[in-house]
């Protein structure tokens, strides 16, 4: 991994043009700009997971062999930042933010028990709503399961 971290780099995608097979498309290409946004101290990797309308994102960031920890890049300040983990918890991630700046995801307790969680913005609280991970779908109680 590369130590400037931070840094904007700017790619364009190539577009087929008419008569390679594919569809005819107009001449302009898409602009992307890639904005790396590090990992927590001591990690070795990031993985986002959700964005809002501002630019801000949230995800985890751990290691192969280390507990993953929920973070939240703010896209006003430029800075990936450890949410907070309630007592008892080992792990956790972040998977979504709103435009409100509300993030969801979860935390673990030991020993494999989920607790889903949302993050208030603007302030280290954050609320739960406490679930056993069931070993088997067909012994839970139908209020702790969920399709995915």
């Given at each position: ?14 577009m087929?043009a008419?008569?390679d097979?594919g ?5 302009e ?9 590090g990992?927590?101290a001591?990690?070795?990797l990031s ?21 993953p920890?929920p ?7 430029g800075k990936?930042?450890?949410l ?8 956790g ?20 028990e989920?607790e889903?969680?949302?993050w208030?913005?603007?302030n ?21 399961t969920?399709?995915?």
């Amino acid at each position: 991994m590369s130590a400037a971290l931070g840094g904007v780099y700017a790619a364009q995608a190539a577009m087929p043009a008419a008569g390679d097979g594919g569809p005819a498309v107009a001449a302009e290409h898409s602009t992307y700009t890639l904005l790396k946004l590090g990992i927590l101290a001591g990690d070795e990797l990031s993985i986002p997971f959700g964005i809002n309308a501002q630019g801000d994102v949230v995800g985890y960031s751990g290691g192969l062999t280390m507990s993953p920890m929920p973070f939240r890049y703010t896209a006003a300040t430029g800075k990936l930042k450890a949410l907070p983990l309630p007592t008892g918890t080992t792990s956790g991630t972040a998977e979504d933010i709103n435009d409100a700046g509300f993030v969801t995801g979860w935390v673990t307790h030991a020993p494999a028990e989920d607790e889903a969680v949302r993050w208030r913005p603007n302030n280290k609280s954050l609320c739960s709503a406490r679930w056993a991970m069931p070993t088997t779908r067909a012994t839970a109680p139908a209020s702790t399961t969920t399709s995915r």
